[in-house]
């Protein structure tokens, strides 16, 4: 446990899943109303971690009152059930995220049953994914929150700021008096966040669906546009859901803006020369194809923000996505 502020506490837990960060960063805020921000993976490996680390201060889990969550991905929301039984502590979590957590079996079956299989090669990779996530504890959200709502922990109070771009139901929340910034994945103490499109996005989508969806704005647009807000507030320290605090607030939006750019600037770059095929811009923007998965979803982030913006022309061919640069 790392100690950040008098009532304010960092508790780092080990993922159980590869693809991923090996670890994620809960807070645990201590003082009338004792609140986790983030519960961790489901099972009794996390509760026992939460739980020995809050004891190092003379705290347990069965002193919470509240739990919040910053968004619906399961290693920050799947200790809510196993959490809020030993404590009867109240469940927060965006309007646009709840849904989700609250009923995620119903979710990952849907997704089971709607596995696209225009990506053959992952399919294997889904389906043990989808196994895995179903382990996942469904839990009742008590509280739903949005944009600008302030969440009341006594002496500590949190602004809700949504954040959508990793993952649509994202909030991050501002302590204001200390200028405090908890970031959940928006922004991360390790490497960038990813943006794009996630497993279940690639599992139920094709092509097609992802380069021409009908949302209002695209993940990479959505999430630099959060960035963007986030640099407005007055900052000194960023809380990250994975890896350590973050001294240097305006340096890490500044950075994490200009990475995901130069990125697109990048693809752009190679689209300049010759149409390519999307395995072929994987490959020469990535190099060796790890983590597959990410990258097909990162790449396939960019492309759709450049298509929206009429940048590039795609077409499909025998199953396989083609892009070049829009001329003229």
């Known amino acids: 446990m790392r100690k950040i502020r008098n009532n304010l506490y960092q508790i780092t837990l080990d993922l159980p899943f590869p693809f991923s960060n090996p670890s994620v960063s ?8 004792p609140a986790l921000i983030d519960s961790g993976f489901s099972g009794g490996e996390t509760i026992r971690g939460i739980n020995s680390q809050l004891n190092e201060i003379g705290r347990s889990l069965e002193d919470l009152s509240v739990i919040i969550n910053t968004h619906e991905h399961i290693e920050h929301f799947g200790g809510n059930r196993e959490i809020k039984e030993m404590s009867a502590a109240s469940i927060t979590a965006s309007s646009k995220a709840a849904p989700m957590i609250e009923k ?9 049953n709607r ?3 225009f ?3 992952m399919k294997d990779f889904m389906n043990w994914y989808l196994d895995f996530n179903s382990t996942v504890d469904e839990s009742p959200v008590d509280r739903v929150v949005d944009d600008g709502d302030v969440i009341d922990l006594g002496k500590t109070k949190l602004r809700v700021i949504e954040t959508p771009g990793h993952a649509y139901g994202h909030v991050c929340l501002y302590d204001e008096e200390r200028q405090i910034l908890f970031t959940g994945d928006h922004i991360i103490g390790t ?3 990813f943006v794009g499109f996630g497993w279940r996005e690639l599992a139920t989508k094709g092509i097609t669906d992802i380069l021409y969806s009908d949302d209002e704005h695209d ?3 959505s999430y630099l546009d959060s960035l963007k807000r986030l640099s407005s507030l007055d900052l000194k320290l960023l809380l990250p859901g994975h890896g350590l605090p973050i001294e240097t607030p305006y340096e890490k939006i500044e950075g994490d803006w ?3 750019l130069a990125r697109e600037r990048m693809l752009l770059d190679l689209l300049s020369e010759e149409e390519l095929s999307l395995d072929e811009i994987i490959s020469r923007a990535y190099g060796k194809k790890t983590r597959p998965h990410l990258l097909r979803g990162s790449v396939l982030g960019y492309l759709a923000r450049l298509n ?3 940048k590039i022309t795609v077409r499909i061919e025998e199953n396989t996505l083609f892009v070049s640069l829009k001329r003229g």
């Open 26 to 33: 809960i807070y645990y805020i201590d003082g009338e109303r």
């Open 104 to 112: 995620y079996h119903t979710y990952i079956n849907g997704v089971r």
């Open 115 to 117: 596995v696209h299989t």
């Open 119 to 121: 990506d053959p090669e």
């Open 191 to 193: 490497g960038t966040t």
């Open 219 to 221: 993940n990479l647009s």
């Open 258 to 260: 200009e990475k995901k």
């Open 308 to 310: 929206r913006a009429g």
